[in-house]
């Protein structure tokens, strides 16, 4: 009997430890020789190359420069604009803040390809990294097409707000009109690859089609068949969350893409705000929100810092007989919305893990992960991080920390 309890002992002890472990093969700081401030890593979908942006203040203008990483060949890290005509405003004119942002790899059979901002004009840019070069093709603006009627009296005014990237699709809204969402559709006809512009709408109980939402939309998320998508509106007064799914006239001609919409029922309705979504990219019946609450009876100055900075995460799933599968804490910085995405949170490319920053008073703005049961601290030995962003096939981990550093690590 002895000994059948050190089996089960044994047995026990190796599930518990049975984890990933992180190698690290790279720190930005060996090649650039300083440490730098670095955020909002991405992978192009063969899990290849990466992107970061790295922070470039001067005392009039922030800037962000993007650098590419190449996994088999690390010594190439570097900017992947060498020489930058991006330059500010003459003293006579104010200022920009000039933003070279990578806002997500896509899919190209022959070519690695993403969709930047590289310029002060914040506009989109087709993008093609080709025989260690970047080939970049301006997208045309919305007034240069044939628009339809029904938008020809709308105005897209970058910069970008929010973004979300599927196999065909960037949706996106502009600071200056929040509560709209665009879509810049990509096709190939026989000579090249062509871009439309498009606004995305619903319709009421009256069968009015609408395209403007009450509401800012401060995020969104689709799945990659463009099928299904997850917005979350919120300004100081309220919140919603709204799930669209494809109408019969979605392939509408008239400029508009129509969804039928839903709206969802908070897991938390009062005393509580909605400021993020995301759909699990292998289940789109499944998904997370990230609230907020309103309380503010905190005991003291230092514990309204700190509450201020944290969230709560609640994993929903359509299939499931009670919806909600869980919910946990995770560390969220309340100053960073300027950012136009905010990878603090994210479902594991393989497994159904979902990897998030946790920060309380045993860890430090460490990576954590919650299994569906229980949150668990991810052993990188790595703490103050900032983002964090998984390779699509698992392999490779980024990791950047405030106004420090940038790592990669391999993952077994």
Known sequence: MQRLYKIYFIIIISFVYCEFSYDKIFEAKDKIRSTKDYQNPEWSLDSKYFTVEMHMDSSSVKTF????????????????ILDSNNKKSSKFGKSKKIRERNLGWIFDEEYHRFYSTIDKSNKIRDCYYIENELDDIPLPDFEDQDSAPSLSEIELDFPIREYNISDSTIYFNTFSDPKRIWLL????NDSEDQFTY?????KDKNGSIISKFKIPIVSISSSKDDEKILLVSYNENQSEIIKLEKDDNFNKSDGIKIFN???IKKPIQENMNYLYGILDPSNSERFLLIGRNQSKNFNNDKEIINRKNLARVFVLNDQSNDRVEGEFV?????????????PEIQFH??????YFILDNSSYNKNLAYWDGEKINIAKLNLDNIMNFKFSPDGKYLLVTRFEDDMYLYSVK
């Open 185 to 188: 559709n990509s096709y190939e």
């Open 65 to 80: 420069k993007l650098y590419l990483g190449d996994v088999s060949n690390l010594s190439m890290f570097g900017p992947i």
């Open 198 to 202: 498009s606004v995305l709408g619903y």
């Open 330 to 342: 995770m560390y969220r910085n309340i100053e960073d919305n300027y950012l136009y995405n905010n």
């Open 261 to 263: 919409i839903e709206t």
């Open 349 to 354: 490319p393989i497994n159904s893990n979902i």
